[in-house]
């Protein structure tokens, strides 16, 4: 096997495959850079490279479906579906070059999908007995985002991520917390101030908390139904 053909390629390269290894059509490279270009990492981990439309393409521009993290720059982005990740030997796919014009615009856009790869695998199971009151919640964000006029809808424009704090996870009298972490420079200076913005948010409530994937709550009990 060629060890220069992968010192090549990168998380986030674009593959375009006929017939390797039982592939078609574009891919996108999620396995992490040190295991493609290590000789010994064998396999190289895969995922095919879409377009999306209409909401579903507006929710993952925003990050609201990890299954999708963005690949290239601007408007014009494809997406990778992490929900047909493929393994395949690397002696299999050897020799097909990368796709110019899938690039990052920045290092941080490429540190981006990395995380978002990682999101995809860690996402925390919120227990079923929570979710009926987080509905309310999941409703109201993505009622919202889509209207940035809206009082709700400017606020949640500038929200970089929602986390949800639990006292006990295992306990059915658990008392719930829920972080909403806003962009850096955004929140003006406040007393006693109880929200944070991204570059202020404490490590110690980080590891005590889980970040909450709305388009991935599991369906809840139904609420507020007048019949």
Sequence with gaps: MSEGHFQDLRQ???????????????????????????????????????ALEGSERRQALKHENPRYPRVGQGEDCLFADLAW??????????????????????????????????????????????????????????????????PIGRVLNHVSEIRVESNDWNSSGMLLTIHVIVEAGWLPSLPDEVVYSDDEFPLSKMRRSEQLDIDFLSPPVPYGDDS
């Design 85 to 150: 990740i493929v393994s395949v030997l690397k002696g299999e796919v050897l020799d097909v070059p990368a796709i110019p014009g899938h690039e990052f615009a920045t290092d941080a856009d490429e540190r981006d999908f990395g995380l978002a790869v990682g999101r995809w695998f860690g996402r925390f199971a919120v227990p079923d007995e929570v979710h009926f009151w987080l509905a309310p919640l999941q409703k109201l964000v993505r009622s919202k985002y889509d209207k940035p006029a809206s």
């Design 12 to 50: 986030g390269s674009v593959v375009e495959y006929s017939g390797h290894a039982g592939l078609n059509g574009a891919h996108v490279v999620v396995s992490q850079t040190c295991d493609v270009v290590l000789a010994k990492r064998e396999y190289l981990q895969l995922a095919p490279l879409i």
